[in-house]
């Protein structure tokens, strides 16, 4: 089990895949499990046998002197080979399965950064953060790359875990049978706040994910009233859009997570806290205490006012 703070909604069980792809890499490791059971069962239980039975007892004599068994010997050669040629097999066919393309797979690029991901839906045209929505029934290839150094995505229920490597692309093929909520994380080492690189991975209906995908698609909500209409002008002012992204308004930098619908997401900085008004207020006043080391500066100087006019907006970016 993860610890996984707010980060944490669905089970997290290597065991229970949810995809085609993930049980095959399931059923080959219960096999080899099964089948080095097996040989380790069979070779504890053959030298207990020989410790009991040939044990030394009162007034034996010196047993017979005996070296080398030439048949035994190319049995105990012969038995393993064959063992490692099933697994072997085993093991092709099994990476075949998984590796198998899908034609008219839905493609989402899926970035590692320190310490957050990103996802980009070429043939949606949107672009998302830190929560991953995909549809249930439908192929999906998730196209691995790394922005900055080497992460690794991996939810424990796909079965599959690959590096994302700067400069290279790495296929994950997966296809949902039910809908879910699954957490995972980064497993490759990759800085400070390696620990809060949390994965979540929304699995829906195709009618949920089609309606989800055609809201992130929009540009975000103009703002209605005055507070919004300040928030945002909060947000256009400050540094904030050197490095962030909201469609519909001129900021479109891309160094951190798109906040164009960070509304419409669970938590906040990959999963460190719940994405509440208070949790959101905390993350940018302090966000060197909430996750140190992340790469956004303390927005501590701003005025009360101004800082909940601008929860208040980001929080609207539904
Ligand atoms: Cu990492």
Redesign the pocket.
């Given at each position: 089990m993860l610890v996984c703070g707010a980060a944490c909604r669905g089970p997290i069980d290597s065991f229970a895949p949810v995809t085609p792809q993930g049980r095959a890499i399931s059923d080959l490791f219960i096999a080899t499990l099964v089948l080095s059971a097996l040989v380790f069962l069979l070779v504890v239980g053959v030298l207990a046998y020989v410790l009991v039975r040939f044990r030394e007892r009162p007034n034996d004599a010196e047993p017979r002197q005996i070296h080398g068994n030439t048949r035994l010997e190319i049995g105990w050669t012969i038995a393993p080979v064959l063992l490692l040629v099933v697994l072997f097999f085993m093991t092709i066919q099994t990476q075949r399965a998984v590796e198998a393309e899908a034609p008219g797979a839905l493609r989402v690029r899926v970035i590692g950064h320190q310490?957050w991901w990103e996802y980009q839906y070429p043939d949606l045209g949107l672009i998302t953060a830190n929560e991953l929505h995909l549809p249930v029934g439908r192929p999906l290839r998730l196209e691995l790359e790394g922005a900055d150094v080497i992460?690794?995505y991996w939810v424990p229920q796909l079965g599959w875990k690959k590096d994302t490597i700067p400069g290279k692309t790495n296929d994950i093929w997966v296809q949902f049978d039910q809908a879910g909520v699954y957490d995972g994380a980064?497993t490759?080492?990759?800085g400070a706040q390696?620990a809060w690189?949390r994965v979540r991975l929304v699995a829906e209906p195709a009618d949920q994910f089609d309606a989800w995908a055609e809201q992130q698609r929009r540009p975000s909500p103009t703002p209605a009233n005055d507070t919004l209409r300040r928030g945002q002008a909060v947000f256009l002012q400050n540094t904030c859009v050197n490095c962030h992204a909201v469609a519909g308004t001129l900021a479109n930098a891309r160094v951190g997570p798109d906040l164009s619908h960070f509304g419409s997401r669970t938590t906040i900085g990959s999963g460190v806290l719940e994405n509440t008004p208070e949790n959101l207020r905390r993350w940018l006043a302090e966000v060197q205490r909430v996750k140190p080391g992340a790469l956004m500066p303390n927005y501590n100087t701003l005025p009360d006012d101004d800082m909940r006019a601008l929860v208040d907006y980001l929080e609207g970016l539904k």
């Open positions: 310490w992460h690794s980064c490759e080492y990759c390696h690189m």
